[in-house]
């Protein structure tokens, strides 16, 4: 089993910049690819980044350039830094954990979620 919990999120105008971290207890996390996830109001979840066990990443056409995902299996955290953030950014952001190691882009293969942290861009 393991426990996610992310930080990092609030309120940033258009332009700025956020990191997310993403903290693992109960286990390990390094046999785990991590994802990032969002949810903005009335839309469906939508895949942000992925790490893959080798270290590869992963990233939506809408960040791509923008964000960036990393982590430090010393420190079982997960980190999102957003950068020249727009208010469609805006979403509840939730990292995940793949049992895969593979580092998917869909939300199905994710076991363990966090409870999400919420990132509002202003215009």
């Known amino acids: 089993q393991v426990q996610l919990v992310e930080s990092g999120g609030g309120l940033v105008q258009a332009g700025g910049s956020l990191r997310l971290s993403c903290a693992a207890s109960?286990?390990?996390?390094?046999?785990?690819?991590m994802g990032w996830f969002r949810q903005a109001p009335g839309k469906e979840r939508e895949f942000v980044a992925a790490?893959?066990?080798?270290?590869?990443?992963y990233y939506s056409g809408a960040v791509k350039g923008r964000f960036a995902i990393s982590r430090d299996n010393a420190k079982n955290t997960v980190y999102l830094q957003m950068n020249k953030l727009k208010p469609d950014d805006t979403a509840v952001y939730s990292c995940?954990?793949?049992?895969?190691?593979?580092?998917?882009?869909?939300?199905?293969?994710?076991?363990?979620w966090g409870q999400g942290t919420q990132v509002t861009v202003s215009s």
């Open positions: 995940a954990a793949d049992i895969s190691g593979a580092g998917s882009s869909r939300y199905v293969d994710y076991k363990y």
């Open positions: 109960g286990r390990t996390f390094s046999p785990y690819a």
């Open positions: 790490i893959g066990l080798s270290g590869r990443t």
